[in-house]
């Protein structure tokens, strides 16, 4: 069992660019979650997904979009890069409603954007 | 709103000290309790969690009790290691399904030999 795994590890973006944040989990959770983790604060929820097909908005959405078409895969979409979303990115999942069930979070992803 | 207020760090302890990081939360309903550790270069791990008022959690030596009259849910451990260096976030979640953890800053620990 890996767990949850993140690619890349480490990203640099100029401002506008693009990239996908990839997340990957082998527990076949249906619950799925990205969060973002900026210096000295606590993670905040990017996305969060309760099965394939199902996705919804967290506390901090704007500048992101995610897709779910299958159990295993949750990606991030940055479409265009601004300094305020560099933070380290994770994601996480869990058997079922985070109010009962543990969360398992993946190493992260460090993004700066210049 | 909703938020944790946690202990800021950094804490400084040697090893076989006392540990005690406070939490207090401002939450709605009847919240889940958890504090979570990342060791370095890691993710976050689920180190011990409570659900009800007067719940004590406990896990690798670590312990905190549910405490509703003062809804707070402080991190204790008796006698800590060098292998307890790591960040403790306390967060909690509403049990009204909006799937949103809310967690404090962080209290980043050094144990030193």
Same mark, same amino acid.
């Given at each position: ?15 506008g ?26 993670l ?6 309760v ?10 959405p704007n ?18 890069a ?5 933070s ?5 999942s ?21 | ?7 800021e ?14 939490c ?18 890691e993710?976050? #791990?689920?180190?011990?969690? %409570? ?6 959690g =406990?896990n690798?030596?670590? &312990? ?15 006698s800590? #290691?060098?292998?307890?260096? %790591? ?6 979640? =509403?049990?009204?399904g909006? &799937? ?14």
């Open positions: 069992n890996a767990g949850v795994t993140q690619t890349p590890k480490f990203r640099i973006l100029k401002i660019q693009s990239m996908t944040l990839q997340c990957t989990q082998d527990m076949n959770h249906n619950y799925m979650y990205w969060y973002r983790q900026d210096p000295g604060m606590g905040k929820l990017i996305y969060y997904s099965g394939a097909g199902i996705t919804d908005k967290g506390e901090v500048g992101y979009n995610v897709s779910r078409s299958t159990t295993e895969d949750f990606p991030l979409r940055l479409e265009l601004a300094p305020s979303q560099t380290v990115y994770f994601c996480a869990s058997q079922g409603t985070a109010t009962i069930n543990e969360q398992f979070f993946g190493p992260g992803t460090r993004l700066t954007v210049l | 709103g909703n938020s944790v207020t946690q202990m760090g950094p804490v400084t302890l040697s090893e076989e000290a006392f540990l005690t990081i406070n207090t939360y401002t939450a709605t309903g009847y919240p889940s309790l958890f504090w979570y550790v990342q060791y370095p270069g993710g976050l #791990q689920l180190l011990l969690k %409570a659900t009800k008022a007067d719940d004590k =406990s690798k030596g670590f &312990e905190a009790t549910y405490r509703k009259e003062t809804t707070s849910f402080h991190l204790e451990k008796g800590v #290691q060098v292998s307890d260096s %790591a960040v403790y976030f306390c967060a909690f979640i =509403s049990n009204f909006n &799937e949103k953890l809310t967690f404090g800053t962080g209290t980043r620990l050094t144990i030193i030999p």
